[in-house]
């Protein structure tokens, strides 16, 4: 297919071209806010820019949308793609908290129906490692899930990623950005949550928070507690799946190492991720726009998240319930 790309960031330049590239897909247009920006990046691959005139993605040449703006132009963007019968996958998350920080709506018309096929690039979705944890968790509930995510972000004044501090362009902080992939696997494994308990805390002077805390609840007996943090201390990226005696590990959790611990003693394999993660991910997007089916990274699921990281950011004495 000939894709147009929204988007000129890092994602785009070390990941989502070289894997159109890769795939023996053909990325014909680049657009981006900053026309002389996209134009260098553009040049570097060998693409086509098409200036800031949002109509040029949509041309008759493109067949395809990959969408990696900030946040706030997601859903818009993805909504012109697919009134103009174009598929579209788009950078996560879908919107995230938009909607609660007074932005626009979290995109209930993307995906399904007779639409063309959208999805959302939760990537870690197709690593092996993750999928064979899914393969474990086949009929067995655990009782817990630990989620655990820290790095350093803190981007100063002029810094490209500054955007991702501010809510009204980012969907939010730190559980938007990196912890919305981790809220993704939760849905992907255990379905749309019955509960949400969030506290976002210590956040930027633009309002995104650096740290959050989130508990969830499903009526089959999990619970889950996630922790994303931007901070100084030593990395952590990790999940953990416990229950009946029974604990399952990812850590780190894109080194594709799943140790099992039972009573009976701890055993490890290691499945590999790909180099480049986006190249399963938009394999599987073209794979699921030739065969008409359902691409493994659905909108529907990238809405849950969404529901979320909304629930987690409002203020409320009482925790509200997702199934009402």
Avoid at 93 to 113: H, M, T, V
Wanted: hydrophobic share 40%; aromatic share 6%.
């Amino acid at each position: 297919m000939r894709w147009a790309v929204a988007g000129y960031g890092d994602v785009v330049e070390r990941r989502v071209l070289p894997a159109l590239r890769a795939l023996g897909e053909e990325p014909v247009y680049l657009w981006g806010r900053d026309p002389d920006r996209a134009a260098r990046v553009a040049a570097r691959h060998g693409v086509r820019a098409c200036g800031n005139d949002e109509r040029a993605l949509l041309g008759d040449e493109v067949e395809a949308v990959y969408v990696a703006t900030p946040v706030v132009r997601h859903v818009p963007l993805a909504r012109a793609a697919l009134a103009a019968g174009r598929p579209v996958l788009v950078e996560k998350p879908l919107a995230g908290g938009l909607e609660g920080a007074g932005g626009p709506d979290r995109g209930a018309d993307i995906g399904g129906g007779d639409r063309p096929p959208a999805a959302v690039a939760y990537y870690r979705r197709l690593a092996p490692a993750v999928r064979r944890l899914r393969e474990e968790l086949d009929g067995w509930t655990p009782a817990r899930v630990d989620v655990r995510f820290r790095c350093a972000f803190a981007p100063g004044p002029g810094h490209p990623m500054r955007w991702r501090t501010d809510p009204a362009v980012s969907g939010g902080g730190v559980l938007a950005d990196a912890g919305s992939h981790r809220l993704d696997l939760l849905v992907m494994l255990f379905g749309r949550p019955d509960d949400v308990r969030g506290r976002l805390t210590d956040r930027f002077p633009r309002g995104a928070e650096r740290r959050a805390e989130v508990d969830l609840a499903w009526a089959s007996g999990v619970r889950a507690r996630v922790v994303a943090e931007w901070g100084d201390a030593p990395p952590v990226d990790r999940i953990e799946v416990m229950g009946e005696g029974r604990i399952l590990t990812l850590d780190p959790l894109d080194s594709g190492r799943l140790r099992t611990h039972t009573a009976r003693g701890t055993s490890e394999v290691t499945l590999a991720p790909a180099p480049n993660p986006h190249q399963p991910l938009i394999a599987d997007f073209v794979a699921a726009v030739a065969a008409g089916r359902p691409p493994v990274c659905p909108v529907s699921d990238a809405r849950i998240v969404d529901e979320i990281i909304a629930a987690a950011g409002r203020p409320h004495p009482a925790w509200p319930s997702l199934s009402g």
